[in-house]
């Protein structure tokens, strides 16, 4: 990622804006404790910003490894110096069920991170079945997952051994009797205080893994159900990695609209075509209006977006309506507004399923939704307001292309419109607030 972010990125809050500033001593020292906790050496940074995980872009740079807390790009690491983390975003992952894994973590275990961070540093591992990535059986081996847990000082270490201890009192029938076992849990409850009701040590530290996107194997999107069948959607047509592969499974080409969208449909993670949801949303003259920006830019790159007006826009559309009355994805976004304008359903053909994915939300009621928000947002990459709510990473990939004109539009048209009341627009996107 670092290779594509700029500096109007950054100024803008597009890229690194919702992150935890570290720059006292203490919170520094904590960290560095993590990192050689690790076996990685310390930042000489005196300040550096960090996301939810505890990772931080500076060091990453000052490391010349992006990878610095994720190695084998699998089992990723975290360090937590304050609770505030919660909130924060997750900005490098192989897996998008890092994040949502993180986010249960911090609110299961908010009093015992609330306490421990008080002190000390938390920081561990996200540990699964495997170790490494070798072939696609290791991706669906993937279940469960499970926190291990460290602190660099003795209070987590103490709050375990009390524990231990509490237990033995209440199982040996003369254990008051034990005088260097009381004096033992005195002594630590001094340090950590009464476990029985602190909850000073994680109690929830096992989580089932959803369904997710990873970036390995060209990036693929594995998705799970009832029936214990994995279906897969990935990058490439005719994967090796598929082959000769034993366990039930189905493969989706990407591109293959027409079984993508019977997927998602069979399964129940899209809805159908919906005429009250999409005037709502507004979903198609957005859609329209940001298509007809990118068709401007690539016919005049010096042409600034962020001033055109509606009326000089709809000037342009008649100029080169010829040229767009023959373009599939414009001619089906027109044929659509009028329909709801008129107030009738548009003639969608069924061969159109490439067409469909372009109006057709996440179920709202579905756990993957967001994930399906996710995908479906590369079928209207051209759409960068949903692509940098929905999928920030292919946004800077998308970004990276643009035109100089497309990147400075994008950038004000995100800080205006998704900025601004970021929780409504997922609301209308999913008819839910986001989780």
Do not use: C
Not at 182 to 190: T, Y
């Amino acid at each position: 990622m670092e290779r594509i972010i700029d500096n109007a990125l950054i100024d803008n809050a597009l890229i690194y804006g919702a992150m935890f500033r570290v720059d006292e001593p203490h919170l520094v020292d904590r960290y560095n404790r993590a990192l050689q906790g690790f076996g990685l050496p310390p930042t000489s940074l005196e300040t550096f910003i960090i996301d939810a995980m505890g990772y931080s872009p500076d060091i990453a740079k000052e490391f010349g490894d992006k990878n610095y807390l994720d190695p084998n790009e699998i089992n990723p690491r975290f360090i937590i110096l304050s609770p505030e983390q919660e909130d924060l975003p997750v900005i490098s992952t192989s897996f998008t069920s890092t994040a949502d894994l993180m986010k249960a973590f911090f609110v299961k275990n908010a009093e015992s991170l609330n306490t421990l961070t008080l002190k000390d540093v938390v920081f561990g591992e996200i540990e699964d079945s495997t170790y490494r990535i070798d072939s696609i059986e290791d991706i669906l081996s993937i279940k469960k997952v499970h926190f291990k847990i460290r602190t660099s000082g003795e209070l987590f270490s103490r709050a375990r051994e009390l524990k231990k201890m509490v237990n033995r009192f209440y199982a040996e029938d003369d254990s008051w009797r034990n005088d260097r076992l009381m004096d033992d849990i005195l002594r630590s409850a001094r340090l950590v205080g009464d476990i029985r009701f602190n909850n000073i040590i994680p109690r929830y530290t096992e989580f089932e893994l959803p369904s997710f996107w990873t970036s390995h194997f060209g990036g693929l999107y594995v998705f799970h159900d009832e029936d214990g069948v994995a279906t897969l959607i990935g990058e490439e047509q005719d994967p090796e990695f598929i082959k000769g592969f034993q366990n039930e499974l189905h493969y989706i080409w990407r591109l293959d609209y027409d079984s993508v969208y019977q997927f998602l449909t069979d399964t129940g993670r899209i809805s159908g075509f919906e005429p009250g949801w999409l005037e709502v949303s507004g979903l198609v003259e957005r859609r329209i209006e940001l298509y007809v920006s990118q068709k401007i830019s690539e016919s005049n790159t010096d042409t600034d977006l962020r001033r055109l007006s509606p009326d000089a826009m709809q000037n342009w559309i008649h100029r080169n309506y010829d040229d767009l009355a023959s373009d599939g994805v414009f001619s089906f976004l027109m044929r659509v507004r009028k329909a709801l304008v008129n107030g009738r359903m548009p003639v969608i053909r069924k061969s159109d399923a490439e067409m469909k994915l372009l109006i057709v939300r996440a179920g709202p009621e579905h756990p993957d939704r967001a994930l399906v928000a996710r995908l479906l947002s590369s079928y209207s990459r051209f759409d960068f307001l949903n692509r940098f709510a929905v999928n920030k990473p292919g946004f800077y990939e998308d970004y990276a292309r643009f035109p100089e004109n497309l990147k400075q539009f994008a950038i004000q048209k995100i800080t205006r419109s998704y900025f601004s009341n970021a929780d409504r627009y997922w609301e209308k996107l999913l008819d839910t607030r986001k989780d």
